[in-house]
């Protein structure tokens, strides 16, 4: 990583400057960041689709993260997509993905990379069909080893359980077993009311054991999901500072509110990958019915090692309409957040919508961002609450949507 990276991670990510406790945190979190975090991202891009009413006229930016969402958006076919992102690793993986759907010989292939993600012919498939295809520094990069091992053999060895969320629902998975909880139950379930059961039985005890209490109000214990000590502030908000019942129900959430067979959140947290017969649910980029689409759309993405809002200060007026921020609002200071909007605003069409999560339930914009800038921008309620409901990654407070006035 170079040095305007490691810069731009740590400037994102602290909040406070003066050395405590607080600020070791913000600093193992920055640390983190410099590696893989998100083999998958955590957000779900069905909802966000829906909301934001994606189609082909759309000039769409949004952050990178694991690109499960950027590459998900571009079966939508809009007529451009520019994704951010400060990791390295997460700018590089959406960069293999994009050269694998463009030159990988069919779904088939591209499934076994990035569906499968652990079977044996995979390296051969990258060496042979999409490693050529990319810039020298990003082949390298991919050539390069971590520990013993080349990046890419990653692929063969199962992508989904590594990265900084793939150690995190390892540990999670110790103390299950630790607590006997038996995932396969879940993942057999045929209905709610079974998955129901499941949670209530063999979830729900784990929060009142006195070893997960002490862990998980730890704030370090979240840096595993990507949350930050100021975003671990906002969790624990909604339930008078505890951050127990709020995990509880988010839990609740992902288990039960939507049927196990639909939900690949739900798979990658009880089996840390998808369904090993190449059947259950998935991202829409990995859906067959999509390949030929995100295909066709794949040139018109650029992945940039930048912040947002440094990319949108270069853009020109009226030149965005579609802007997905995930949740790195709740890692700014005020100063941060007007400088995103101000350009947000600027380089906003008529029309234009915002589409961005929070770790707690409310909204984070007004008596932050400058009024005048806000009153730009109309809030709406209802494809906010829908997208919320309809969120099956569950671990949000909040999903909040703008749209951009005359």
Known sequence: MSVASTDTIRDAVYENRAFSLDTVSERAFAFLFRGLVYPQIWEDPVCDMAALELDEDDDIICIA???????SYLTAQPASLTAVDLSPWHVELNRLKLAAATHLPDHKAFYSVFGYADRPENVELLNQFVLSHLDAKSRAFWNGRTGLRSRKSMFARGFYRFGVLGAYLGAVHLV???GRVDFNQLLRANTLSEQEAFFTSQIA??????FVKFLARRRASLFGLGIPPAQYDKLASDA?????PVLKERTRKLFCDFPIA???FAW????????PDGEGPVPPYLEERHFEALRSAAGRAKILNQSITDVLTMAPNGSKSVYVLLDAQDWMTDAQLNALWTQITRTARPGARVLFRTGGADDILPGRVEDATLRQWTYDTEASQTAFKTDRSAIYGGVQLYRKTA
């Open 268 to 275: 990658q947290a009880a089996n840390r990958a998808y369904a």
């Open 176 to 178: 299950a077993r630790l």
């Open 262 to 264: 639909e939900n690949y």
């Open 205 to 210: 005890p784990l929060y009142n054991s006195r």
């Open 240 to 244: 008078d500072g505890d951050i127990i």
């Open 65 to 71: 993260s694991g690109g499960c969402n950027v590459m």
